[in-house]
């Protein structure tokens, strides 16, 4: 019994001696300087290349979204091949730990899927291109510039400011409406006016106030139509087409009170829906004797 406890204290001292142990940490401490320079020396090659391929499109022309995409390919490839080369300089068999991914991989893939399902729809996006870096979108009720398309969302930034983080995914598979994809955008403004009015008239009116605007497209020319027959007024809709889709916001609500003003100096009415409420007398029910 004494024999096998001093085997397995002479063990101890022999794992724990402090020479051994110190020569393993600096040996630890040697390789992992080493990996975090390795890693460092692949990190600023990605800066010079990135640096060298925004020069190149810059030159060649290359559109923001394409240019983009390249930047985050290389990018992830880059890093992605120093943190191998940093781990092989530890002492990691990173061929076994893919290994070991390798098995474990549908439980990562299952617990993983949504980023999966954003990287492919990223890779969608920038292949089928419903839309590009500097569009203007409208998706799920949010509106706004596409300010950059990354791997796993696309940024859209607001109208007041905001920046939205948008899976992919959801990018993919909703109705994206986009204001700058086609050239030239519609505007159309609801007016109504009393059913008294002369609409040939009013027509005459709202078509005035889109003459001499340089914003507007000569062809296809302004139309007033009539879109609904009410009860107590005729809704009309005035639709003009803009050289400048960027400026649709901003060109509606100039139009609106260009036609407000235009119609009320005119003596147009332009009635509101009112409710009439009327007294109802309630007599008593008289019962027979």
């Known amino acids: 019994m004494n024999k096998f406890l001093d085997s397995i204290i002479l063990r101890l001292r022999e794992t724990f001696d402090p020479g051994i142990m110190g020569s393993a940490v600096a040996s630890m401490l040697a390789n992992l300087i080493i990996a ?46 120093g943190l191998v080369n940093a781990l092989d300089a530890i002492g990691i068999d990173t061929a076994a730990v893919i290994a070991s991914l390798g098995i474990a991989g549908l439980t990562i893939g299952f617990a993983a899927r949504d980023a999966l399902s954003n990287i492919i729809s990223g890779l969608f996006i920038f292949w089928d291109r419903p839309f590009v870096i500097g569009d203007l979108v409208e998706v799920e009720d949010h509106y706004g510039k596409v300010s950059k398309i990354t791997l796993r969302s696309t940024r859209v930034v607001t109208v007041d400011g905001r920046m939205l983080a948008i899976p992919n995914s959801t990018m993919v598979n909703s109705t994206v409406a986009s204001y700058t ?3 030239n955008l519609r505007l159309d403004v609801p007016i109504t006016i009393g059913v008294e009015e002369d609409i040939d008239h009013v027509r005459e009116i709202l078509l005035g106030v ?16 009539v879109t609904g ?14 050289k400048n889709e960027r400026q649709h916001i901003s060109k509606r609500y100039a139009l609106r009170e260009a036609i407000f003003k235009a119609m009320t100096a005119a003596g147009v ?21």
């Open 36 to 81: 975090i320079l390795v890693f460092v020396a692949f990190y600023l090659l990605w800066k010079v290349l990135d640096l060298a391929a925004r020069h190149i499109f810059r030159r060649a022309k290359v559109d923001e979204t394409t240019a983009s995409f390249a930047q985050t390919v290389l990018k992830y490839s880059i890093l992605t091949i």
């Open 181 to 183: 994809n086609v050239p």
């Open 210 to 225: 889109t003459q001499n605007d340089p914003d507007y497209l000569a062809e296809p020319a302004p139309t007033v139509v």
């Open 229 to 242: 027959l009410n009860d107590y007024n005729t809704a009309l809709e005035c639709r003009i087409w803009l």
């Open 269 to 289: 009415d332009m009635p509101f829906e009112t409710i009439k409420l009327a007294p109802l007398e309630i007599r008593p029910h008289q019962v027979e004797a």
